[in-house]
């Protein structure tokens, strides 16, 4: 569905790698998530170590999976029964997961308490370039929409500041690509996508890659993954 506008031309697809959770570790300061992503470490698999206990290197692909959902889910708000219908598993042992996973990331609860409690008080939550995000219904007389308030609290700064260094890398690729032969054409969650001259790709491909991945400083390194081809589903860097 999705092609270059010329048989010379390649879509070149940037994507980083676990924005989120790596704007996870810089707000909330967690020693555990921020040593993981500094010596490029597979995030989940570490997750997984620390709610099994085990090391690393004994987690296999079942206990990654459960882990990549608890590191998604708990930043979005999801509570044990959420995440026992996601799992398939008792909601009693899926507390026992988010209770582990608590345990060895400590300042994450710490700071998505710290989310919801000052959204509460200041009625509006923000993002790392001080965006706001308005939240009366963490004051509603309804409890499920307090609930939605809550969720939205502990979502918005991390997925909105996501969004502002996505918007701070638009910036810096739409200025660099102007003086290469290629054009940046859109956007998808945490993706740039671009057209690219055929013999110019791995060129373009360096040049995107070092200005997303300096768009904005953090305590842990941002990463991204490049690749390339004759339509979307080609481009798509490997594992996406």
Do not use: C
């Amino acid at each position: 569905a999705f092609i270059p506008g010329a048989a010379d031309r390649l879509l070149l697809v940037a994507d980083y790698s676990q924005i989120e959770l790596r704007v996870l570790a810089h707000l909330s300061g967690d020693e555990g998530l921020a040593e993981a992503f500094a010596a490029e470490q597979d995030i989940h698999a570490v997750t997984a170590a620390k709610v099994y206990r085990l090391p690393v290197e004994q987690v296999d692909a079942e206990m990654r999976r459960f882990a990549k959902m608890v590191n998604y889910g708990l930043a979005y708000g999801m509570n044990a029964y959420g995440l026992a219908q996601r799992l398939g598993i008792p909601p009693d042992e899926a507390q026992t997961f988010i209770d582990a996973y608590f345990a060895g990331f400590p300042r994450v609860r710490e700071f998505l308490d710290r989310q919801v409690g000052m959204a509460a008080a200041e009625g509006f939550t923000a993002t790392i370039l001080g965006r706001r995000r308005y939240l009366p219904e963490l004051q509603h007389p309804n409890p499920r929409i307090r609930d939605l308030g809550r969720r939205m609290a502990l979502n918005a700064p991390i997925q909105g500041s996501a969004a502002d260094i996505l918007k701070l890398a638009m910036i810096r690729v739409g200025t660099t690509v102007e003086e290469l032969p290629s054009e940046l054409l859109l956007t998808v969650h945490d993706e740039l996508v671009l057209e690219v001259d055929e013999d110019a790709v791995e060129q373009v491909a360096g040049a995107v890659r070092s200005e997303m991945e300096q768009a904005y400083e953090m305590t842990v390194p941002l990463r991204v993954e490049v690749g390339w081809g004759k339509h979307w589903a080609e481009a798509a860097p490997a594992g996406h």
